[in-house]
């Protein structure tokens, strides 16, 4: 399969933090994936292997607030609603996995959302 080089450095780079987040098996894991239209992101347990807490753009609960989610704006809402669900399940902390993308724009926005709600990377 042909991938351009903008896939395959972001590959390269999604490789680094996996090795990275592999040091922490015991830290919860929250990880971002990115499309042009949304944003998705959830955070893991990798020693149970589950989903603990979820939030997209792609979600009726966000659908209610706002039409468009490609946006900073739309990554600054899902940070801010998975923040108050991580807060409800009693979330303090988790490793912060930005799936190889650069800390920048919707990936830093929701981040700093999460964090304004409490939970700490």
């Not at 399969?1 to 395959?8: G, I, P, W």
């Not at 347990?45 to 946006?71: H, I, P, W």
């Amino acid at each position: 399969m042909k991938t351009t080089l903008r896939r395959r450095l972001r590959l390269n780079r999604k490789q680094r933090v996996k090795t990275k987040t592999q040091r922490f098996p015991d830290k919860l894991r929250l990880t971002v994936f990115k499309s042009a239209k949304h944003i998705y992101a959830q955070i893991v347990s990798d020693r149970e292997r589950k989903t603990l807490v979820a939030e997209s753009t792609a979600s009726q609960a966000f659908k209610k607030q706002m039409q468009y989610g490609g946006n900073v704006k739309a990554a600054v809402l899902v940070g801010s609603m998975l923040g108050e669900k991580a807060a409800q399940a009693g979330i303090k902390e988790v490793y912060y996995d930005r799936n190889g993308y650069i800390y920048a724009g919707r990936v830093k926005a929701l981040a700093d959302a999460v964090r304004e709600k409490g939970v700490k990377f």
